[in-house]
T-cell receptor
Framework: NAGVTQTPKFQVLKTGQSMTLQCAQD?????MYWYRQDPGMGLRLIYY???????DKGEVPNGYNVSRLNKREFSLRLESAAPSQTSVYFC?????????????FGPGTRLTVT | AQSVAQPEDQVNVAEGNPLTVKCTYS??????LFWYVQYPNRGLQFLLK??????LVKGSYGFEAEFNKSQTSFHLKKPSALVSDSALYFC?????????????FGTGTRLTVIP
């Protein structure tokens, strides 16, 4: 059971380049999330998908798009990277409903935009 | 609107001493509260949660947290700190307005346990 996996682990982009961050979970969770982590700001939600076929904006969605490819996979795309998007990106997943509200996190992608 | 405050950016404690990492919250409705730990260059790991019931909840690695409704606090505690507990700790509250189990995180507290 790998849990939540993310690729790549590290990435350096030039301003204006595009890229897609990949996330997959093998816990049969319905909901998936993308966060960014910046020093002194904690984690901020970019987008989430409550269940397969749905996506919604979080706190900081500008400059990003997402795709819920299937129940397992949730990708984050930067169409035109900017230095302000330099951050560590985390994907997470959780069950929907029931009493287990906690989220499970991947190891993160460290992105630098120059 | 919901919010979570971790008033201390940094907490230092000697090995073997008790530790406390503070968290206060503001939510409408019943609070669902969580603690996570992040070790260097790793993702967040779930430690414990309060949903309902006993105000003292126990979690992983000997940690516990006390829910105090009157003080709107959910402080993380451990009776005897280990050097290996040194990490970044996040408090979070569930946002119940959306279809998913969205969490709103505090800014984190860096715990350093001094040998």
């Amino acid at each position: 059971n790998a849990g939540v996996t993310q690729t790549p682990k590290f990435q350096v982009l030039k301003t204006g380049q595009s890229m897609t961050l990949q996330c997959a979970q093998d816990m049969n969770h319905n909901s998936m999330y993308w966060y960014r982590q910046d020093p002194g700001m904690g984690l901020r939600l970019i987008y989430y998908s409550a269940s397969e076929g749905t996506t919604d904006k979080g706190e900081v969605p500008n400059g990003y798009n997402v795709s819920r490819l299937n129940k397992r996979e949730f990708s984050l795309r930067l169409e035109s990277a900017a230095p302000s998007q330099t951050s560590v990106y985390f994907c997470a997943s959780s069950v929907l409903g029931g009493s287990s509200y906690e989220q499970y996190f991947g190891p993160g992608t460290r992105l630098t935009v120059t | 609107a919901q919010s979570v405050a971790q008033p201390e950016d940094q907490v230092n404690v000697a090995e073997g001493n008790p530790l406390t990492v503070k968290c206060t919250y503001s939510v409408s409705g019943n609070p669902y509260l969580f603690w996570y730990v992040q070790y260097p260059n790793r993702g967040l790991q779930f430690l414990l949660k309060y949903i309902t019931g006993d105000n003292l909840v126990k979690g992983s690695y000997g940690f516990e947290a006390e829910f105090n409704k009157s003080q709107t606090s959910f402080h993380l505690k451990k009776p005897s700190a280990l050097v290996s507990d040194s990490a970044l700790y996040f408090c979070a509250v569930r946002v119940a307005l959306t279809g998913a189990n969205n969490l709103f995180f505090g800014t984190g507290t860096r715990l350093t346990v001094i040998p």
